[in-house]
């Protein structure tokens, strides 16, 4: 048993909150799950390609499209991560830091897809 509650406390997420919203429903937070697994990588090449152009403003509206689902599914400190980003983008100055951002948002979003994707294969 120890072996396991190590396992759940090493992923990027847990589904606590979506289970309690949904009053218990797996087909619920599956659903939810496979939506979040379907858009986020169209969001991570629209927010690479806002950033090649330097359309910060883009690179802001996706972050903030992101942090209700990151939020939901209780991605500890990657909450904060997602609102440095979308702060960043407000000032509308291509700052060093932004791309650093940018690199983390994209390689934490795939991991979590894995994960997501091992934990539910059917996703």
Request: aromatic share 0%; no cysteine; proline share 0%.
């Given at each position: 048993m120890q072996n396991d509650q190590s396992q759940v406390k090493s992923k990027l997420y847990n589904i606590d909150l979506i289970l309690d919203l949904s009053g218990g429903d797996m087909q619920f937070v599956r659903a939810m799950l496979q939506m979040f697994a379907a858009q986020i990588p169209g969001?991570?090449?629209?927010?690479h390609l806002a950033y090649e152009e330097k359309r910060l403003t883009e690179i802001k509206d996706i972050a903030h499209k992101m942090k209700p689902t990151i939020d939901s599914l209780n991605m500890g400190s990657f909450k904060q991560t997602i609102r440095d980003l979308e702060s960043l983008c407000k000032t509308g100055i291509d700052q060093p830091q932004l791309a650093l951002l940018i690199k983390e948002v994209q390689t934490t979003l795939e991991k979590l897809l894995l994960e997501i994707k091992t934990d539910y294969p059917e996703i």
């Open positions: 969001m991570l090449k629209d927010m």
